[in-house]
């Protein structure tokens, strides 16, 4: 049997490459010149199977109309905003993603990033590596975590691991989904402003679709308010970026901690200069062991698909 | 206007006097100003004893701010002194057998700071598996576009947690690590059968077992320096220390070692030796390497008032 064509568009991580390397031909896009991509996919394509796609690319419609012999999409992530999944549909390709593995992580950093805006954990460590603590006396008082109701907008595998976390804090949890929840014993609201109006901390944890484009605007950070904490562990897309750094320019919102922005890796600089923003560069998964089971995972799924078996984590 | 426990002999409209050595918050102070007559020793341009011996003979009460040490002096220097209140909930600062000795009552801030500091554990021990400061460090100089990806940190999901001291703080820190999928096991004086979680004899031997330990106990002869070389040897280099309790609880000096030569995998450190000084060597630690170290005077809120929660 063809050893199978995986395309790769982009460096991911090294364990999962050595391994994609070991069973299959290995095509890297990032090999070519921007300028050169489309012959190279052209090219390639009669050997392209599979591709591999993450957070920051995927296959759009434009790459899965290129690749006519396109089985399947694995996903080295569980967001699928980079896959065209209704061409996928249509075309009869199958996607895979890495749910479940990677939920510890981003759950763990999400409520890391509330304690660290409201505590100011960054700010104070930055005040001791200073010296400051030395000529200015103590670091000032900061509002605590525990006890804060969290609203959740999307109550999935990651905003229930948020959610227990936080209960363990306690925390009152309420969410926003499309649907309510059955068994569980947290607040719903069927209206996002009334989530945000009514909740100290707000935890994106939803999927990034059309639907959820923006979907914390002007209103919802307006509704949030001047006391209140975004936390972004999702999608950049999922928040009206402009709308958030003039939020927080003008204390309409009293804080952000995010891992995720809308064109990275570029993070609007004014916030660089805010203390009551906690910025890091989408490592929501980002361990060694969590990113060693997504590959597993990833490989698991090709493995699956090449000896015909069914897919372990299939979404299409 | 006095409490209905007025001391005998005193006017009602006579509010007591209580005595402050170092500056209280406003509302603190708000809130005290309305129940006593506040002697401010630093308002006066006297030296302290002077201070004291014009001011302070009849004192029956002082109110102990930022950790200032009581000790037999200051109090040879309070004939009247009944009572002494801390804001904090540590008490090492304070005397204890002399105040036992003169008869002078001590009460501390009991649990009500607990949560906080349990958070503030639980938030450095995130912060150095995860290296969120010096991820917001690499984002806010602009690195992220230059260098790409930051390099990847730790999951704390399956880590031991080895609770040095399983008191107020040390069970509110073991509550919330449970929830993230941590074990948890600790050393304390005696055991706590109340709760699920296995004992071990000693620092050195939780420390066996343990790939974090956060040290939550309170400072005495007995603790001082609890984790010593053996127990950060036993912790081995990967190790995680989080010390919220008093700097004088882990061998500092040892400790800035280990972090040099690379044999402790991390530590989040809220308290220091000889606040508010911290080892230089530590500030050179950065990105690659799990270190946080944090300025703490947030845990050391010197009193809750009565209304707003400080934010």
Not at chain 1, 46 to 57: D, M
Not at chain 2, 68 to 83: I, K
Request: one cysteine or more; a neutral charge.
């Amino acid at each position: 049997m063809e050893s199978l064509g995986v395309l790769l568009p982009i460096p991911m991580n090294a364990y999962l490459e050595s391994e994609l390397d070991r069973r299959y031909k290995v095509f890297r896009l990032w090999e070519s010149p921007p300028e050169r991509r489309q012959d190279f996919i052209r090219a390639n394509a009669a050997a392209i199977r599979a591709v591999v796609g993450n957070s920051k690319a995927g296959a759009d419609a434009d790459t899965i109309d290129a690749l006519p012999r396109l089985e399947i999409v694995a996903c080295f992530s569980v967001g699928l905003d980079k896959v065209d999944l209704a061409k996928c549909r249509e075309r009869g390709i199958r996607v895979t993603n890495t749910p479940d593995v990677l939920t510890d992580d981003v759950a763990d950093l999400a409520i890391g990033l509330a304690i660290a805006v409201l505590r100011r954990l960054c700010q104070a460590d930055r005040f001791v590596r200073s010296g400051a603590w030395l000529s200015k006396g103590g670091y000032k008082l900061t509002t605590r975590f525990s006890g804060k109701t969290i609203g959740i907008i999307g109550l999935g595998r990651i905003g229930l691991a948020v959610a227990k976390r936080a209960e363990a804090f306690g925390c009152p949890i309420s969410y926003y989904s499309r649907s309510e929840k059955p068994n569980t014993n947290y607040k719903y609201y069927s209206n996002l402003i009334d989530l945000a109006a009514n909740c100290h901390v707000l935890v994106v944890a939803c999927p990034l679709t059309e639907e959820t484009y923006h979907i914390v605007n002007r209103e919802v950070l307006d509704a949030l308010g001047p006391k209140g904490v975004l936390v972004n562990i999702g999608r950049g897309p999922h928040v009206d970026e402009p709308e958030l750094v003039a939020a927080l320019r003008e204390g309409r919102l009293g804080g952000a901690g995010l891992d995720v922005f809308e064109q990275e890796p570029d993070v609007p600089e004014e916030l660089f200069g805010m203390e009551n923003v906690v910025l890091v560069p989408h490592v929501g998964s980002g361990t060694n062991e969590t990113r060693n089971a997504m590959a597993d995972l990833v490989i698991g799924n090709l493995e699956a698909h090449v000896m015909n078996k069914p897919l372990l984590t299939p979404v299409v | 206007m006095a409490s209905s426990s007025v001391p005998q002999g005193r006017p009602e409209t006579e509010r007591p006097q209580l005595l402050l050595l170092r500056p209280p918050l406003a509302a603190l102070d708000e809130v005290l100003s309305g129940r006593f007559e506040l002697l401010k020793s630093w308002e006066s341009p006297l030296p302290l004893d002077r201070f004291l011996a014009t001011h302070a003979a009849n004192v029956r009460a002082l109110l102990v701010i930022d950790l200032f040490t009581v000790d037999g002096p200051l109090l040879d220097a309070l004939p009247a002194l009944r009572f002494v209140c801390t804001t904090s909930a540590g008490v090492n600062h304070i005397d204890l057998g002399e105040c036992a000795r003169r008869g002078i009552a001590v009460a501390n801030a009991g649990t009500v700071f607990s949560q906080e500091v349990a958070e503030y554990a639980v938030g450095l021990l995130i912060d150095v598996l995860r290296r969120v400061s010096a991820c917001d460090r690499y984002v806010r100089r602009g690195l992220w576009p230059r260098r790409g990806d930051y390099p990847l940190g730790s999951k704390l999901g399956g880590k031991r947690v080895g609770i040095v001291g399983l008191g107020s703080i040390g069970s509110e820190v073991a509550k919330r690590l449970r929830a993230f999928g941590c074990p948890i096991s600790y050393f304390s004086r005696s055991r706590k059968p109340q709760f699920p979680y296995a004992y071990f004899p000693s620092a050195a031997d939780l420390a066996a077992h343990s790939d974090v330990l956060v040290v939550a106990c309170a400072l005495t002869h007995e603790t001082h320096h609890i984790i010593d070389r053996d127990v950060m040897a036993a912790l081995g280099k990967d190790g995680i220390i989080i010390n919220v309790g008093r700097g004088a609880l882990v061998d500092e000096a040892e400790l800035v070692k280990r972090v040099m030569r690379g044999e402790i995998g991390g530590a989040g450190l809220d308290v220091f030796e000889h606040e508010p000084a911290v080892p230089e060597e530590l500030f050179g630690v950065d990105n690659g390497s799990a270190f946080t170290s944090c300025g703490h005077a947030n845990i050391r809120v010197v009193f809750r008032p009565l209304s707003a929660d400080g934010g």
